[in-house]
Every structure is written in structure tokens, then in C-alpha cells.
């Protein structure tokens, strides 16, 4: 079994995900009639158009092709659906005490800008259309309904050495390796154009070459792998994770000799020098890369008293649970709460009228 990917709790994309998601969590509280600017409810709180269209923007932004009018309207309801959602735990944080704090609203704002200058954090706050009050609000609502979740959810899971034993019993055979595992994380960087890549992107060949040779200068210097990754590799999908690639079967590794003799002689903790990247279909150079081995997983059984077997299996355990659980404390909180959805009643009237 994999060990788990490196943390991305310091990453700012996934921060900026998060606060995405706490958008969701904004509702204005006034007490005017429900006019037409108000989509829903939640126990009398407003849900108003104007918030759901704050995140239907955010969500679209980096959108080739303009949604459909039926599109678009699904978007909206999904994220309306969520704000109520949202909604219910906010009201749910204040009747138990678990608003989060000042105190722990700024703890979180400095470890999620560690990683980053004043201009780089700015600067992405600004390509979400996000002010700094804004994302210290809706950080202060993600951090509520963790907190909310934490407590009536997650601290009651309890996950026992004979649930781990049976499951270990039950998929034998996903222990079994049939040939060694690397576990990678690598900083790339191309000439090639692409729009989701900001930070320093690489134009052309040269500036390529000179990016990785600063990204390379960087790391022989003494920072941290993971931390670079997120400030300047090009492959958005593990840039966020710290350049983590998870692991790589070695037959895989085999398929680039030059890397895989370059990778083959690490050590856990160590990086390669500056590696040529080619295009498999046109085998031309598509870039640079430079690759740090995490572990290195023999083939073979691998036995339940091996704590790595344990730990993966609790985590795996922990998590099915979790995900099970907040689904039904979702469901049980939403039918206790009074919800009025005057969007999806638009919709269907709207329906009626079609011919």
C-alpha cells in the first residue's frame, strides 16, 4: 500500500480552493422581505443572487467556452445547494461555540502565505477576483465548519486493529508489489504556452533553460523541494501537491533510460541534476524536469506487521468512513433545518411554461 502523498495544507491553490468553497458559506442576514435577489433560505437567512453569482464567476473564469443558459443554471443550483449546505453548518458553529477565532483565522492566513512574497500572494488573490478581507472572512468559515465536522464527525470515528486486520485478510493481494515502486516529486518547466501556469512561465527554449537552471540553483542551495515546486513548476496538477507524482511502477521508469539511470542511483531525499523532457509522439524536447525520490518500495509481500501496512490501511479505513459519515450528517442537519430553494421553484415553473 502507498504511503500518503506529501501534505498540501501550506499550498496556496489548494488555500485558494478552500476559500472558494467558504464563499459558499456567505450569507447576508438583513431583515428585508424576501425580494428577487434572494435565491434561498436557511431558517430565515438570506441566500442572495448576488453571492452565487460572486462564485459562478470564480467558477467560469478560467472557462474556454461560455456555459449554455441550461448550463449555467445547473452550475448555479449546484453552487446554491452548497451555500445551504454551508449555510446550515454556520448556524450549526454558533449554537455549539465553534466559531473560529481571530487568533486562529490569522494562524492560518501566515501558514498558508509562508510559501510565498507579499507580490506572488497578491498577486494570485487578485487572479480570483478575491480581496484580503474577503479571504480572511471565508477562511473563517472553512476553519468554522472544519471545526463543526471535526467534532460531530470526525472525533467520533474509531478505527480498531481487527477492522484493520479483516481488511488486511480480505485484499492480501494489494500488498503484494510485483516489481519496485518509486515514490517521485519532480519541478517541471517547458517552453510549451499554457494558460493555467502564472508564476514565471517559460516562453520559449531559453527561458526554459534559464528557469530550471534557476530552479536547480535554488535547491543546491538549501530550500525546500516541495516549496519550490509550488512556486515555480509548470505542471499545475502536482505543482499544488509539492511536485508529489505519487508512485511510479519501475517498469514505467524504465521507458526514459536516462531519467531512470539518473533516478536509480538516489537515495530517499535526494534529487537528480536537470533532466531533458521529450515529447513521446514527436521525440522532440518538450522541456526540463528535475526529480526528487521520496521512497523506494521493493517488490514483494508486504506483511501486516509492518506499521506502513497498518498506517495505510487506517488512513484508507479512517477515510471511507469519514466520507460516509459527513454524507449522512449532511443529510440529517439539511432536514432539520427550514429551506427554502425560490431558485429550483423558478426552474420548475419556468419548465411549466415551456412548450
Given at each position: ?198 508564476n514565471m512561465k517559460a516562453q520559449n527554449e531559453a527561458e526554459a533553460r ?146
Amino acid at each position: 500500500m502507498q504511503p500518503e502523498r506529501a501534505s498540501n495544507s501550506r499550498r496556496l491553490t489548494a488555500a485558494l480552493c478552500i476559500i472558494v468553497a467558504g464563499l459558499m458559506a456567505g450569507v447576508a442576514c438583513s431583515n428585508k422581505q424576501v425580494g428577487s435577489d434572494v435565491m434561498a433560505t436557511v431558517n430565515g437567512r438570506k441566500i442572495t443572487r448576488t453571492e452565487v453569482q460572486k462564485f459562478y464567476d470564480n467558477q467560469i473564469a478560467d472557462s474556454p467556452q461560455k456555459p449554455s443558459a441550461e448550463q449555467a443554471d445547473s452550475l448555479r443550483l449546484n453552487i446554491l445547494n452548497q451555500l445551504i449546505n454551508n449555510e446550515i453548518l454556520m448556524q450549526r458553529a454558533e449554537k455549539l461555540g465553534l466559531l473560529a477565532t481571530d487568533e486562529e483565522v490569522t494562524a492560518k492566513l501566515t501558514e498558508i502565505k509562508a510559501p510565498f512574497t507579499q507580490q506572488q500572494f497578491d498577486e494570485r488573490l487578485k487572479e480570483r477576483a478575491i480581496t484580503l478581507d474577503d479571504f480572511k472572512r471565508d477562511l473563517r468559515r472553512s476553519l468554522t465548519i472544519d471545526k463543526v465536522l471535526n467534532k460531530e464527525v470526525t472525533s467520533k470515528i474509531d478505527i480498531t486493529d481487527n477492522d484493520i486486520t479483516s481488511y488486511y485478510n480480505d485484499h492480501k493481494a494489494e500488498f503484494n508489489l510485483i516489481e519496485p515502486q518509486y515514490h517521485l516529486a519532480q519541478i517541471l518547466v517547458t517552453a510549451q504556452p499554457n494558460p493555467q501556469v502564472r508564476n514565471m512561465k517559460a516562453q520559449n527554449e531559453a527561458e526554459a533553460r534559464k528557469k530550471i537552471q534557476m530552479v536547480s540553483n535554488r535547491l543546491d542551495s538549501g530550500e525546500d523541494f516541495a516549496t519550490v515546486a509550488m512556486n515555480y513548476s509548470e505542471q499545475p496538477e502536482t505543482a499544488q501537491n509539492g511536485g508529489d507524482l505519487g508512485f511510479v511502477p519501475e517498469s514505467s521508469l524504465k521507458q526514459d533510460k536516462a531519467a531512470y539511470e539518473a533516478i536509480s542511483k538516489l537515495k530517499p531525499g535526494q534529487y537528480t541534476g536537470i533532466l531533458l523532457v521529450g515529447d513521446p509522439n514527436s521525440h522532440q524536447a518538450f522541456g526540463y524536469r528535475i526529480v526528487k525520490l521520496l521512497s523506494k518500495e521493493a517488490a514483494g509481500q508486504r506483511e501486516l506487521k509492518d506499521p506502513r501496512v497498518q498506517q495505510a490501511i487506517r488512513e484508507q479505513l479512517r477515510d471511507r468512513r469519514e466520507q460516509l459519515l459527513k454524507a449522512a450528517y449532511y443529510e440529517t442537519t439539511r432536514d432539520q433545518a427550514r429551506v427554502e430553494n425560490y431558485f429550483a421553484e423558478d426552474l420548475l415553473k419556468q419548465a411549466g411554461t415551456t412548450k
